[in-house]
């Protein structure tokens, strides 16, 4: 397996998740475990491609806008979670962000799949996606454990 590989298998989970939260209604059992789901799932992932794919890229002049600009957007991921963290999980405002996330976390991946990872694989030799893929699941791996 590798990085490309390995990130979009999180990509699927994410997107299920995301898609999966904007369903739930009011404060009940299925929004809380939904976007407890995608919370532990976006957290252990920016972590570990930040580590694992987006610092190896600023390594490359090439490498280093793209991965300034999806770093940018995983800060903003992180900021609408904490306002959900701090809004009524029934009250309309708590949706109405959720919403606003599972369309960031969308517009993200797919700008990830379709033009990052075009980038990055010029940039990157074989061995090292190899590498980095099992970097990479093995970080995501001791992050969610830790959610």
Not at 83 to 91: I, V
């Amino acid at each position: 397996m590798n990085i490309f590989e390995a990130l979009r298998e999180s990509h699927e989970r994410q997107r299920g998740y995301a898609d999966a939260l904007i369903q739930t209604h009011g404060d009940s059992k299925e929004r809380v475990e939904a976007y407890q789901q995608l919370k532990a799932e976006l957290q252990a992932h920016e972590t570990a491609e930040e580590r694992f794919f987006y610092i190896p890229l600023m390594e490359h002049d090439l490498g280093i806008d793209l991965s300034r600009h999806a770093i940018s957007e995983h800060h903003e991921m992180d900021e609408m979670m904490e306002e959900l963290d701090e809004t009524e999980m029934s009250s309309p405002a708590w949706m109405a962000t959720a919403k606003k996330l599972s369309e960031k976390v969308h517009h993200h991946l797919k700008e990830e799949e379709q033009k990052f990872f075009q980038q990055a694989g010029k940039l990157l030799s074989e061995k090292q996606k190899d590498q980095l893929a099992a970097q990479y699941i093995k970080e995501f791996d001791t992050q969610l454990a830790e959610a």
